[in-house]
């Protein structure tokens, strides 16, 4: 494959924009290559500027679960481009869109729309904050929830002590409050409200984690937090802005069959398109401003185009017999994906939640953050590059997920775990 075109364009992106990239994991800095830049996508196939075609297992980071381009977003779109791209005022299609949200996802009464994950994980701890009058809040080891400050925070020394910003720009002030806990150790959650419960606003949580690689809720981890966020008044954030739509129609809250307070979406709900969403309980939702004193803002949420691209994907994604598809793709991806490891003969970890995956290129069994750093990150770069040279794009990191969705074809997922077979036995 040539990439005369990607390193020109990334040459004079690196001269205006920092690193080139405007979100630092789409720079390959951790697989050890040069991004390739895109220049149009179809279904499973995404193609660079120069001309190289791959089978894409990023689907944008999860938006994608249609395929990239699916024509009833288009559509819906191009209809609404002629009536007016945004307009800052009420519109029929946001009322139709929190209608199908609230429709679908088990804990939402209410729903916000805001233009990303960030701003919806940063507005629902602002909310659950208001909502109980509280300051703390705790979160996981390994679980991404967006850069707002208080949640770009690393574990503080010791259970229950305050977490310390993780990041330049993160001041102490922003961190103190933000208690980090190792993820599925309910024991440890127990320990900090037993000491600080009345202190605590909210538990923010990935149901199923996606930016470890992806790593299961231990049975009864979800069940538990909201049983003790029940015993001490603790708001249960599920942010399900990978998961939402993406596990199940209603979410991890309907395939685990736990049901949160408050719910962050993103992603698949944008159909491509820019949108993050917060929602709950009406009982909570209704401190927010112009209604209630919490205040929450955006020139941009409940953006129309965003709105009919969302409406149109959900709607599509409510047809019957949709997620039992997307188990058939996942089963056969990671069937396919075992198989390439036993032939193999190497060591690696798979775990799966319907249509999104990862191989932990590690031995061990991986529960949270401290398992899934043992993976060996140089050998999942070598894999990435062997596929990228396969033309099959993986995430360029070992600590994201690998999305089937439904354009990939039966001969597409082969091609995948045929690819992996030979670049894991190289
Ligand atoms: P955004 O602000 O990137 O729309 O969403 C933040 C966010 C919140 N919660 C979860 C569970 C998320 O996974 C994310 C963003 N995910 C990453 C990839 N895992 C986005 C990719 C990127 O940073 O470029």
């Known amino acids: 494959?040539?990439?005369?075109?990607?390193?020109?364009?990334?040459?004079?992106?690196?001269?205006?924009?920092?690193?080139?990239?405007n979100s630092p994991v789409r720079a390959f800095s951790s697989v050890g290559i040069e991004p390739v830049f895109y220049d149009r996508a179809k279904g499973s196939r995404v193609w660079d500027v120069d001309g190289n075609e791959y089978i894409d297992f990023v689907a944008s980071w999860g938006?994608?679960?249609?395929?990239?381009?699916?024509?009833?977003?288009?559509?819906?779109?191009?209809?609404?481009?002629?009536?007016?791209?945004?307009?800052?005022?009420?519109?029929?299609?946001?009322?139709?869109?929190?209608?199908?949200?609230?429709?679908?996802?088990?804990?939402?009464?209410?729903?916000?729309?805001?233009?990303?994950?960030?701003?919806?994980?940063?507005?629902?701890?602002?909310?659950?904050?208001?909502?109980?009058?509280?300051?703390?809040?705790?979160?996981?080891?390994?679980?991404?929830?967006?850069?707002?400050?208080?949640?770009?925070?690393?574990?503080?020394?010791?259970?229950?002590?305050?977490?310390?910003?993780?990041?330049?720009?993160v001041t102490e002030g922003a961190a103190r409050d933000t208690i980090v806990l190792p993820y599925n150790d309910l024991d440890a959650v127990a320990d900090v409200l037993e000491q600080r419960g009345e202190e605590v606003a909210a538990i923010i949580v990935e149901p199923v984690a996606g930016n470890m690689g992806v790593v299961l809720p231990r049975d009864g981890f979800l069940q538990g937090l909201r049983a003790l966020c029940d015993t001490y008044g603790v708001v249960l954030i599920f942010d399900e802005v990978i998961t939402g739509f993406r596990v199940a129609l209603g979410g991890a809250q309907e395939r685990f069959g736990v049901t949160p307070d408050l719910t962050t979406l993103g992603k698949i709900i944008g159909g491509g398109f820019p949108v993050g969403a917060f929602g709950g309980k009406r009982e909570i939702?209704?401190?927010?401003?112009?209604?209630?004193?919490?205040?929450?803002?955006?020139?941009?949420?409940?953006?129309?185009?965003?709105?009919?691209?969302?409406?149109?994907?959900?709607?599509?994604?409510?047809?019957?017999?949709?997620?039992?598809?997307?188990?058939?793709?996942?089963?056969?991806?990671?069937?396919?994906?075992?198989?390439?490891?036993?032939?193999?003969?190497?060591?690696?970890?798979?775990t799966r939640v319907g249509a999104m995956a990862c191989m932990f290129f590690t031995a061990e069994t991986v529960v949270d953050w401290t398992t899934a750093a043992t993976a060996d990150t140089g050998r999942y770069a070598s894999y990435f590059r062997a596929m990228f040279d396969r033309g099959i794009m993986l995430a360029p990191s070992q600590f994201e997920a690998t999305f089937v969705g439904m354009a990939h074809t039966d001969e597409d997922i082969d091609a995948m775990t045929s690819a992996a077979a030979e670049a894991l036995s190289a």
């Open 1 to 21: 494959m040539r990439h005369e075109a990607s390193a020109r364009l990334f040459e004079a992106a690196k001269t205006v924009i920092p690193g080139g990239v």
């Open 63 to 169: 938006p994608m679960i249609l395929g990239h381009a699916p024509d009833a977003v288009l559509d819906a779109v191009r209809e609404q481009l002629e009536r007016g791209t945004s307009f800052g005022a009420p519109t029929e299609i946001e009322v139709r869109m929190a209608e199908a949200v609230a429709r679908t996802v088990p804990s939402i009464e209410e729903v916000r729309m805001v233009s990303s994950g960030t701003e919806a994980t940063m507005s629902a701890i602002r909310l659950a904050r208001g909502y109980t009058g509280r300051d703390a809040f705790i979160k996981f080891e390994g679980n991404y929830h967006g850069h707002s400050d208080a949640l770009l925070v690393a574990a503080g020394s010791g259970l229950a002590t305050l977490g310390i910003p993780s990041t330049p720009g």
């Open 285 to 350: 939702m209704e401190r927010l401003a112009p209604v209630g004193p919490v205040y929450q803002a955006g020139t941009l949420s409940g953006n129309p185009i965003a709105m009919v691209a969302g409406l149109a994907l959900i709607e599509e994604l409510s047809k019957p017999g949709v997620y039992d598809e997307l188990e058939r793709k996942g089963a056969r991806l990671e069937a396919g994906l075992r198989s390439a490891v036993e032939t193999a003969g190497i060591e690696a970890h798979l």
